[in-house]
Protein backbone atom coordinates (compact mmCIF):
# COMPACT_ATOMS: atom_id res chain seq x y z
CA UNK A 1 0.00 0.00 0.00
CA UNK A 2 1.37 3.47 -0.81
CA UNK A 3 2.76 5.15 2.25
CA UNK A 4 3.44 9.49 3.44
CA UNK A 5 6.48 9.04 0.76
CA UNK A 6 4.57 7.67 -2.08
CA UNK A 7 1.67 9.43 -1.87
CA UNK A 8 3.26 12.52 -1.71
CA UNK A 9 5.52 11.39 -4.61
CA UNK A 10 2.38 11.48 -6.55
CA UNK A 11 1.11 14.48 -5.40
CA UNK A 12 4.69 16.70 -6.17
CA UNK A 13 4.22 14.96 -9.43
CA UNK A 14 0.66 15.69 -10.06
CA UNK A 15 0.35 19.18 -8.53
CA UNK A 16 2.21 21.59 -10.94
CA UNK A 17 -0.15 19.45 -13.72
CA UNK A 18 -3.31 19.73 -12.70
CA UNK A 19 -3.44 23.03 -10.30
CA UNK A 20 -5.41 25.83 -11.82
CA UNK A 21 -6.93 23.19 -14.43
CA UNK A 22 -10.39 22.84 -14.76
CA UNK A 23 -12.00 19.08 -14.30
CA UNK A 24 -13.93 18.70 -17.81
CA UNK A 25 -15.09 15.23 -17.59
CA UNK A 26 -14.69 12.71 -14.55
CA UNK A 27 -15.60 8.95 -15.62
CA UNK A 28 -16.01 6.63 -12.97
CA UNK A 29 -16.52 2.86 -14.19
CA UNK A 30 -16.79 1.14 -10.53
CA UNK A 31 -19.45 2.56 -8.11
CA UNK A 32 -17.67 1.26 -5.36
CA UNK A 33 -15.09 3.87 -5.92
CA UNK A 34 -17.76 6.90 -5.35
CA UNK A 35 -19.53 5.18 -2.42
CA UNK A 36 -21.90 6.82 -0.96
CA UNK A 37 -22.40 8.61 -3.54
CA UNK A 38 -23.52 7.33 -7.02
CA UNK A 39 -20.70 8.13 -9.91
CA UNK A 40 -23.18 10.10 -11.05
CA UNK A 41 -23.66 12.11 -8.51
CA UNK A 42 -20.17 12.60 -7.55
CA UNK A 43 -19.05 13.79 -11.19
CA UNK A 44 -22.10 16.35 -11.42
CA UNK A 45 -20.23 17.63 -8.08
CA UNK A 46 -16.56 17.78 -9.64
CA UNK A 47 -17.52 18.56 -13.11
CA UNK A 48 -16.76 22.22 -14.82
CA UNK A 49 -14.46 22.78 -11.48
CA UNK A 50 -11.01 24.59 -11.38
CA UNK A 51 -8.71 22.47 -9.25
CA UNK A 52 -7.21 25.13 -6.89
CA UNK A 53 -5.01 22.78 -4.82
CA UNK A 54 -4.32 19.59 -4.99
CA UNK A 55 -2.76 18.25 -1.05
CA UNK A 56 -1.82 15.58 1.00
CA UNK A 57 -3.10 14.11 4.47
CA UNK A 58 -1.54 10.83 5.83
CA UNK A 59 -2.22 8.76 3.36
CA UNK A 60 -4.79 10.78 0.98
CA UNK A 61 -4.77 12.85 -1.67
CA UNK A 62 -6.98 16.13 -1.17
CA UNK A 63 -8.22 17.70 -4.69
CA UNK A 64 -9.42 20.96 -3.39
CA UNK A 65 -11.48 22.53 -6.25
CA UNK A 66 -13.10 25.82 -6.33
CA UNK A 67 -16.51 26.74 -4.01
CA UNK A 68 -14.59 24.79 -1.22
CA UNK A 69 -15.30 21.33 -2.36
CA UNK A 70 -13.41 18.87 -2.18
CA UNK A 71 -12.52 15.23 -3.02
CA UNK A 72 -10.06 13.16 -0.69
CA UNK A 73 -9.00 10.25 -2.21
CA UNK A 74 -6.88 6.91 -1.14
CA UNK A 75 -5.27 4.58 -3.10
CA UNK A 76 -5.83 1.78 -0.53
CA UNK A 77 -3.99 -1.63 -1.54
CA UNK A 78 -3.45 -1.38 -5.44
CA UNK A 79 -4.42 2.11 -6.33
CA UNK A 80 -2.22 3.90 -9.05
CA UNK A 81 -2.82 7.22 -10.72
CA UNK A 82 -1.32 7.58 -14.81
CA UNK A 83 -0.57 10.74 -16.27
CA UNK A 84 -1.64 10.70 -20.45
CA UNK A 85 -0.01 6.79 -20.47
CA UNK A 86 0.70 6.25 -24.16
CA UNK A 87 -1.52 3.09 -23.75
CA UNK A 88 -5.11 2.69 -21.63
CA UNK A 89 -3.55 0.49 -18.98
CA UNK A 90 -6.05 -2.74 -17.32
CA UNK A 91 -7.80 -2.08 -14.31
CA UNK A 92 -8.51 1.91 -14.80
CA UNK A 93 -11.51 2.54 -12.62
CA UNK A 94 -11.53 6.65 -13.51
CA UNK A 95 -10.50 8.84 -15.63
CA UNK A 96 -10.56 12.48 -15.51
CA UNK A 97 -10.27 15.02 -18.52
CA UNK A 98 -8.79 18.26 -17.81
CA UNK A 99 -9.75 21.34 -19.94
CA UNK A 100 -7.03 23.29 -22.18
CA UNK A 101 -4.75 25.23 -20.25
CA UNK A 102 -3.17 28.15 -20.71
CA UNK A 103 -0.28 29.06 -22.95
CA UNK A 104 -1.34 26.10 -25.86
CA UNK A 105 -1.33 24.10 -23.00
CA UNK A 106 -3.42 20.92 -24.61
CA UNK A 107 -6.33 18.96 -23.09
CA UNK A 108 -5.50 16.02 -20.55
CA UNK A 109 -5.95 12.84 -19.33
CA UNK A 110 -5.28 11.11 -15.72
CA UNK A 111 -6.49 7.60 -15.33
CA UNK A 112 -6.77 6.04 -11.30
CA UNK A 113 -6.29 2.33 -11.91
CA UNK A 114 -6.79 -0.02 -9.54
CA UNK A 115 -6.66 -4.40 -9.40
CA UNK A 116 -8.05 -4.65 -6.24
CA UNK A 117 -10.91 -2.13 -5.98
CA UNK A 118 -10.04 -0.55 -2.15
CA UNK A 119 -9.51 2.98 -3.59
CA UNK A 120 -11.76 5.44 -2.98
CA UNK A 121 -12.56 9.00 -3.31
CA UNK A 122 -15.16 10.77 -1.07
CA UNK A 123 -16.60 14.01 -1.84
CA UNK A 124 -16.29 16.70 0.60
CA UNK A 125 -18.06 19.90 0.89
CA UNK A 126 -16.86 22.93 2.89
CA UNK A 127 -13.71 23.09 4.89
CA UNK A 128 -15.47 22.08 7.85
CA UNK A 129 -16.28 19.12 6.54
CA UNK A 130 -13.05 18.57 5.13
CA UNK A 131 -11.57 18.96 8.89
CA UNK A 132 -13.96 16.73 10.52
CA UNK A 133 -13.18 13.92 8.04
CA UNK A 134 -9.71 14.13 8.71
CA UNK A 135 -10.40 14.59 12.61
CA UNK A 136 -11.93 11.48 12.80
CA UNK A 137 -9.20 9.22 11.11
CA UNK A 138 -5.96 10.76 10.70
CA UNK A 139 -3.38 11.85 13.18
CA UNK A 140 -0.47 14.25 12.91
CA UNK A 141 1.42 14.47 10.16
CA UNK A 142 5.11 13.14 11.19
CA UNK A 143 6.56 15.37 9.33
CA UNK A 144 4.65 18.62 10.95
CA UNK A 145 6.92 20.91 13.37
CA UNK A 146 4.46 19.97 16.00
CA UNK A 147 5.23 16.29 15.82
CA UNK A 148 7.69 16.71 18.80
CA UNK A 149 9.42 13.70 21.00
CA UNK A 150 6.41 15.21 23.66
CA UNK A 151 3.82 15.26 21.63
CA UNK A 152 4.70 11.43 20.69
CA UNK A 153 5.38 10.51 24.44
CA UNK A 154 2.08 11.74 24.92
CA UNK A 155 0.66 9.79 22.43
CA UNK A 156 2.21 6.64 23.51
CA UNK A 157 1.60 6.68 27.36
CA UNK A 158 0.11 4.17 28.97
CA UNK A 159 -0.34 1.94 25.53
CA UNK A 160 -0.09 -1.91 26.12
CA UNK A 161 0.05 -2.62 22.54
CA UNK A 162 3.02 -3.24 20.25
CA UNK A 163 4.86 -0.02 19.22
CA UNK A 164 4.82 -1.06 15.41
CA UNK A 165 1.16 -1.96 15.87
CA UNK A 166 0.17 2.04 17.74
CA UNK A 167 2.63 3.66 14.40
CA UNK A 168 0.43 1.68 12.08
CA UNK A 169 -2.93 2.97 13.64
CA UNK A 170 -3.79 6.01 10.74
CA UNK A 171 -5.81 7.47 13.95
CA UNK A 172 -2.40 8.16 16.13
CA UNK A 173 0.18 9.15 13.23
CA UNK A 174 -0.36 9.81 9.88
CA UNK A 175 0.88 8.39 6.51
CA UNK A 176 3.14 5.37 8.25
CA UNK A 177 2.66 1.81 7.20
CA UNK A 178 4.39 -1.41 7.42
CA UNK A 179 7.59 -0.19 5.35
CA UNK A 180 8.49 2.93 7.18
CA UNK A 181 7.32 1.94 10.29
CA UNK A 182 9.92 -0.67 10.27
CA UNK A 183 12.75 1.42 8.93
CA UNK A 184 11.91 3.92 11.50
CA UNK A 185 11.89 1.36 14.34
CA UNK A 186 15.41 -0.28 13.08
CA UNK A 187 16.72 3.82 12.94
CA UNK A 188 15.14 3.89 16.82
CA UNK A 189 16.54 0.30 17.82
CA UNK A 190 13.29 -0.39 19.12
CA UNK A 191 11.89 -3.94 18.71
CA UNK A 192 8.42 -3.78 17.32
CA UNK A 193 7.13 -5.52 20.16
CA UNK A 194 7.87 -3.08 22.79
CA UNK A 195 4.66 -2.28 24.32
CA UNK A 196 4.35 1.79 23.14
CA UNK A 197 3.86 2.91 27.07
CA UNK A 198 7.17 1.92 27.82
CA UNK A 199 9.52 3.88 26.02
CA UNK A 200 12.01 5.86 27.97
CA UNK A 201 12.29 9.87 27.08
CA UNK A 202 15.47 8.86 24.99
CA UNK A 203 13.25 6.62 23.19
CA UNK A 204 10.87 8.84 22.34
CA UNK A 205 13.39 11.03 20.89
CA UNK A 206 14.84 8.41 18.42
CA UNK A 207 11.95 7.46 17.57
CA UNK A 208 10.41 10.80 16.25
CA UNK A 209 13.65 11.01 14.48
CA UNK A 210 13.43 7.35 12.75
CA UNK A 211 10.36 8.46 11.35
CA UNK A 212 11.31 11.63 10.47
CA UNK A 213 14.53 10.07 8.60
CA UNK A 214 12.86 6.83 7.08
CA UNK A 215 10.15 8.85 5.56
CA UNK A 216 12.05 11.84 4.50
CA UNK A 217 14.94 9.63 2.74
CA UNK A 218 11.34 7.49 1.35
CA UNK A 219 10.09 11.10 -0.15
CA UNK A 220 13.68 11.87 -1.34
CA UNK A 221 14.02 8.53 -3.31
CA UNK A 222 10.36 8.80 -4.77
CA UNK A 223 8.47 6.09 -2.74
CA UNK A 224 9.40 2.42 -2.66
CA UNK A 225 8.27 0.35 -5.45
CA UNK A 226 7.85 -3.09 -3.81
CA UNK A 227 4.14 -3.91 -5.55
CA UNK A 228 1.84 -1.52 -7.42
CA UNK A 229 2.98 1.72 -6.74
CA UNK A 230 4.44 3.28 -9.55
CA UNK A 231 5.06 7.38 -10.64
CA UNK A 232 2.21 9.21 -12.44
CA UNK A 233 4.74 8.35 -15.41
CA UNK A 234 4.46 4.72 -14.96
CA UNK A 235 8.15 4.59 -13.49
CA UNK A 236 9.30 3.07 -10.06
CA UNK A 237 10.61 4.37 -7.28
CA UNK A 238 13.66 3.56 -5.93
CA UNK A 239 13.67 3.75 -2.09
CA UNK A 240 12.97 -0.17 -2.20
CA UNK A 241 16.48 -0.61 -2.91
CA UNK A 242 17.71 1.32 0.01
CA UNK A 243 15.37 -0.51 2.54
CA UNK A 244 17.31 -1.38 5.75
CA UNK A 245 15.86 -3.96 7.34
CA UNK A 246 12.46 -4.27 5.32
CA UNK A 247 12.17 -7.49 3.52
CA UNK A 248 15.49 -8.25 3.91
CA UNK A 249 14.85 -11.43 6.02
CA UNK A 250 18.22 -13.69 5.90
CA UNK A 251 20.64 -10.70 5.32
CA UNK A 252 23.24 -9.42 7.26
CA UNK A 253 21.95 -6.13 9.67
CA UNK A 254 23.89 -3.21 7.88
CA UNK A 255 24.60 -2.21 11.45
CA UNK A 256 26.05 -4.72 13.32
CA UNK A 257 26.20 -8.01 10.70
CA UNK A 258 23.55 -10.25 12.28
CA UNK A 259 21.15 -11.85 10.38
CA UNK A 260 17.64 -9.72 9.91
CA UNK A 261 14.64 -12.12 11.03
CA UNK A 262 10.72 -12.10 9.70
CA UNK A 263 8.12 -12.35 12.22
CA UNK A 264 4.39 -11.26 12.20
CA UNK A 265 3.38 -8.07 14.57
CA UNK A 266 0.42 -6.63 14.48
CA UNK A 267 -0.52 -8.82 11.66
CA UNK A 268 1.93 -7.70 9.32
CA UNK A 269 5.10 -9.06 7.98
CA UNK A 270 7.82 -7.39 10.22
CA UNK A 271 11.87 -7.43 9.37
CA UNK A 272 14.21 -6.67 12.83
CA UNK A 273 17.76 -6.88 13.81
CA UNK A 274 16.98 -8.45 17.22
CA UNK A 275 20.41 -7.84 18.14
CA UNK A 276 20.46 -4.15 17.57
CA UNK A 277 16.57 -4.05 18.40
CA UNK A 278 16.46 -6.09 21.55
CA UNK A 279 13.17 -7.71 22.55
CA UNK A 280 11.20 -6.61 25.20
CA UNK A 281 12.62 -8.55 28.38
CA UNK A 282 10.32 -6.92 31.07
CA UNK A 283 7.36 -8.41 29.27
CA UNK A 284 7.47 -11.88 31.42
CA UNK A 285 8.21 -10.59 34.29
CA UNK A 286 5.15 -8.44 34.25
CA UNK A 287 2.63 -11.43 33.43
CA UNK A 288 3.89 -13.45 36.38
CA UNK A 289 3.41 -10.05 38.74
CA UNK A 290 -0.19 -9.81 36.81
CA UNK A 291 -1.19 -13.39 37.85
CA UNK A 292 0.42 -12.94 41.60
CA UNK A 293 -2.12 -10.01 41.81
CA UNK A 294 0.30 -7.03 42.16
CA UNK A 295 -0.87 -3.99 40.87
CA UNK A 296 0.19 -3.28 36.89
CA UNK A 297 -0.12 -0.24 35.58
CA UNK A 298 -2.97 1.32 34.09
CA UNK A 299 -3.60 1.22 30.67
CA UNK A 300 -5.52 2.94 27.34
CA UNK A 301 -5.99 1.94 23.63
ZN1 LIG B 1 21.96 -5.12 13.98
Not at 65 to 82: I, N, S
Not at 259 to 264: A, G, N, P, T, W
Not at 266 to 295: D, I, N
Amino acid sequence: MPELPEVETIRRQLAPLVEGRRLERIEIFDERWSRPLAPGELAAALEGRRVERLGRRGKYLVWSFEDDVHLAQHLRMTGGVLWEPESEPTHVRVRLQLARGGRGVARSRLLITDVRRFGTGELLLGADALEAFFAARVGLEPLDERFTAQHLRALLRGRRAPIKAVLLDQRHIAGVGNIYADEALFRARLHPLRPAGRLTRPQHASLRLGLIEALCAGVDAKGASIDDFRHVDGLRGAFQDQFLVHRRAGEPCPRCGTEIVRMVVAGRGTYVCEHCQRRPRRSRARRRRARRGAPTRASGG
